[in-house]
């Protein structure tokens, strides 16, 4: 089992910038690949960046491209997702997942999910 915790989330004006973490405990950490999904009021779960379990392969959703970055420390056990520019659009709960296997160009595979971040962009 690997236990996720998001942290992070908050209000931010259009424009502003937020980091959110995901903190795994359980199993060890560099085993898996992280992903970051978020979920808006009325819409589907999407996908918005992963990487990979060392580090070297990113991916990102083309809506928060250059945007959004994700990052890992290993040592700490920690996922983030700086999130820069931030949009009305980009207003969602956040998720992160574990993945021992991504799949799907990374939109799946993920087998741990976190309880998620509500983060809101007033415009």
């Known amino acids: 089992q690997v236990q996720l915790v998001e942290s992070g989330g908050g209000l931010v004006q259009a424009g502003g910038s937020l980091r959110l973490s995901c903190a795994a405990s359980?199993?060890?950490?560099?085993?898996?690949?992280m992903g970051w999904f978020r979920q808006a009021p009325g819409k589907e779960r999407e996908f918005v960046a992963a990487i990979s379990w060392s580090g070297s392969n990113t991916y990102y959703a083309d809506s928060v491209k250059g945007r959004f970055t994700i990052s890992r420390d290993n040592a700490k056990g920690t996922v983030y997702l700086q999130m820069n520019s931030l949009k009305a659009e980009d207003t969602a709960i956040y998720y992160c997942?574990?993945?021992?296997?991504?799949?799907?160009?990374?939109?799946?595979?993920?087998?741990?999910w976190g309880q998620g971040t509500q983060v809101t962009v007033s415009s």
């Open positions: 997942a574990a993945a021992r296997l991504l799949r799907d160009d990374a939109r799946r595979g993920y087998d741990y």
């Open positions: 359980g199993r060890t950490f560099s085993n898996y690949a």
